[in-house]
């Protein structure tokens, strides 16, 4: 469908809501539109639909068979949306076992971006936003743990990027330089 679709992703507590918001609004005050999705409210929205869950709690107890599925179905709907979009992502996600991909191949090949974005910055910096945001519950980790997931983001980005033939963007979210952060990703989305 016609428009650009855009993934973006970034590790928790790096401020890519933040940096998403902003730019969204810089563009909307100069006529250009994005619909901001998050992938996994639009999957839980299918699920839902299709009567397979009541809440977001029953989402992590499908089969993951059925997870697979909806991960694709998802995908494929968000690819019909006309216009732009923002995908609001993981490029991957921390688990116990390890790595795992954010964007498997059935969702990235369903999508087909344009370009997938990489907000970051500083790993110390994202280790105290954490621990100052009292609103949100958030396995302890160390400044080095959360560096080690910063360069695994960029190894599946650029993997991804393999894949669909897409580019891929890095956008720096610094502390008190958030302005920067939003010029960077308005350029990306332009």
């Not at 989402?59 to 991960?71: A, G, I, N, P």
């Not at 059935?106 to 999508?111: D, E, I, N, R, S």
């Not at 009292?134 to 393999?162: C, K, L, P, W």
């Not at 963007?169 to 502390?175: G, H, W």
Request: charge should be negative; proline fraction near 2%; charged fraction near 25%.
């Amino acid at each position: 469908m016609a428009g650009k679709k855009i993934i973006i992703t970034g590790v928790p507590g790096v401020g890519k809501t933040t940096v998403i918001t902003q730019a969204l609004e810089t563009l909307k005050a100069e006529g250009m539109e994005y619909q901001s999705i998050n992938f996994g409210s639009f999957m839980f929205e299918v699920a839902q639909a299709e009567g397979l869950v009541e809440d977001r709690d029953q989402m992590r107890r499908l089969d993951r068979r059925e997870q697979k599925r909806l991960q694709k179905r998802a995908a494929e709907k968000m690819a019909e949306i006309d216009g732009n979009i923002i995908i609001d992502t993981h490029a991957s996600v921390k688990t116990p076992a390890g790595y795992l991909a954010g964007l498997p191949e059935w969702v990235l090949t369903a999508l087909m971006p344009d370009t997938i974005v990489l907000v970051e910055t500083d790993d110390d910096q994202i280790l105290l936003r954490r621990l100052s945001d009292a609103t949100r519950v958030r396995d302890m980790e160390g400044a080095g743990s959360i560096r080690e997931h910063q360069q695994m983001n960029r190894a599946f980005a650029a993997s991804y990027a393999m894949l669909t033939g897409c580019t891929v963007s890095l956008v720096t979210n610094a502390d008190h330089l958030l302005e920067e952060g939003v010029k960077a990703l308005v350029e990306v989305l332009r």
